[in-house]
């Protein structure tokens, strides 16, 4: 079965940066679309970036050009790379993959148990 586990969360001063991994157990991130979604306390998951299975990448207004999705196959990783972290930033961030035929999101898909993000002011 695949599992995704993520790692590199914890608390940082605003401004500060944070690099967040999430590693699967199979190589579905060199085949598959994979997205970093958050869920702010009391507040719906959304997503912050994905990248294609041909390396394109999107990043919704929120993400303001602070964050930046990678991807290693080899390694079988996932990266995103978090600058200029603001309060709102604060939030549980969680790993998914596409699993055809689901996209993104889907509660079908692939996900981490996530990893906890917390910025002070």
């Known amino acids: 079965q695949v599992q995704l586990v993520e790692s590199g969360g914890g608390l940082v001063q605003a401004g500060g940066s944070l690099r967040l991994s999430c590693v699967a157990s199979?190589?579905?991130?060199?085949?598959?679309?994979v997205g970093w979604y958050r869920q702010p306390p009391g507040k719906q998951r959304e997503l912050v970036a994905s990248?294609?299975?041909?390396?394109?990448?999107y990043y919704p207004k929120s993400a303001k050009g602070r964050f930046t999705i990678s991807r290693d196959n080899a390694k079988n990783t996932v990266y995103l790379e978090m600058n200029s972290l603001k309060p709102e930033d604060t939030a549980v961030y969680y790993c998914?993959?596409?699993?055809?035929?689901?996209?993104?999101?889907?509660?079908?898909?692939?996900w981490g148990q996530g990893t906890q993000v917390t910025v002070s002011l």
């Open positions: 990248i294609a299975s041909g390396g394109g990448t």
């Open positions: 199979g190589s579905i991130f060199s085949f598959n679309p």
């Open positions: 998914n993959a596409a699993k055809a035929p689901y996209g993104l999101g889907s509660e079908y898909t692939y």
